[in-house]
């Protein structure tokens, strides 16, 4: 194993000893193997520690934290102890295809940017099928890119965290947010381009798997329409007002839908119109939120 391989492959885990070993096999199957790959097992886990102690590779390595501390600062912690140049994130539930790394750092060498951010198409993995997402490459400005639709179904404009590749020494002066619980991906891309030299490079090619399995539990299918809220008002500076209200409409009126919070529909149909700058799409799919079915929506989703 090299003192100093060129990626660093963060992989935060905690409980699924079994998705976290079919992920790191997808890295260790990478056609480009100048790389390590640092699993931060968030807290106790002894499962999950027996299960990677049985792979064989000299290029596993494990970080266990003494508590848990969440995915944002887990990863955090991952780049601290890493030894690459570049970084790149991998969900414990996600999987990679072999070319993944190789031409996400084709990219990243051939870029003018000092401090390019690579990311790529996914395979979206649902109970109705495959799919491959994004079907817009990344725009200006990000956050509308991000946060806002300007079409019903889902997929249309995506940046996930198993897809991003970066230097560490970027990560270093811009992590993720400590303690963030939900949208830790969105919160970190939001705020690292506005650093010098970033721009956000794309391989039009899906090269990761995205698991969204109904049955896969994770941070970010918990519904915590507050908490989003909160998050979006302390984040309004760093998005545009079309932006705001786009996250009102699908993200925030989901979630409080599904939990039938109904005192919270005029509230936030009054925030997106006083804060925000929605256009009809927005109030379109704030409507379909309320009151179209969940199963309905399915027909209206493109591949």
């Known amino acids: ?3 100093h391989p060129s990626v660093s492959v963060i992989i935060p885990t905690l409980n699924r000893p079994h998705m976290v070993v079919r992920a790191v096999d997808s890295v260790l199957q990478q056609s480009f193997r100048d790389l390590e790959v640092l699993v931060v097992i968030d807290g106790d886990d002894g499962q999950t520690v ?10 596993l390595r494990l970080l266990q934290l003494p508590k848990q501390v969440g995915g944002s600062s887990a990863r955090n912690e991952g780049v601290l102890a890493s030894r690459g140049e570049w970084i790149a994130f991998l969900d414990d539930d996600d999987l990679w295809l072999p070319t993944k790394l190789e031409k996400q750092l084709a990219l ?18 649902t109970a109705g099928g495959d799919f491959v997402w994004p079907r817009k490459l990344p725009s200006e400005p990000l956050s509308e890119y ?7 179904s889902q997929g249309e404009n995506l940046l996930q965290t ?3 590749l970066a230097r560490r020494r970027l990560l270093l002066q811009v992590g993720f947010e400590d303690g963030l619980k939900k949208h830790q991906d969105w919160d970190w891309l939001l705020r690292v381009v506005r650093t010098s030299g970033v721009k ?3 391989v039009d090619e899906p090269l990761s798997v995205w698991s969204l399995e109904p049955f896969r539990d994770s941070v970010s299918r918990k519904h915590d329409w507050q908490g989003s809220l909160t998050w979006i008002r302390d984040r309004r500076e760093l998005v ?3 932006a705001y209200a786009g996250f009102i409409a699908t993200q925030i009126a989901s979630q409080a839908a599904r939990q039938k919070q109904w005192k919270a529909f005029l509230p936030l149909m009054t925030e997106m119109f006083q804060v925000g700058r929605p256009k009809a799409i927005d109030i379109c799919l704030l409507l379909g939120m309320w009151f179209v079915p969940t199963s309905w929506r399915g027909w209206l989703r493109p591949s």
């Open 162 to 164: 198993s897809t991003l």
């Open 1 to 3: 194993m090299k003192t």
């Open 200 to 202: 956000i490079e794309f």
């Open 108 to 125: 990243a060498q051939s870029s003018k940017a000092s401090e390019p951010i690579v990311a790529c198409k996914v395979v979206a993995r």
């Open 146 to 152: 991000l946060l806002a639709r300007n079409s019903w």
């Open 50 to 59: 027996g299960a990677l102690e049985s792979i064989s590779s000299p290029q």
């Open 240 to 242: 545009t007002p079309r």
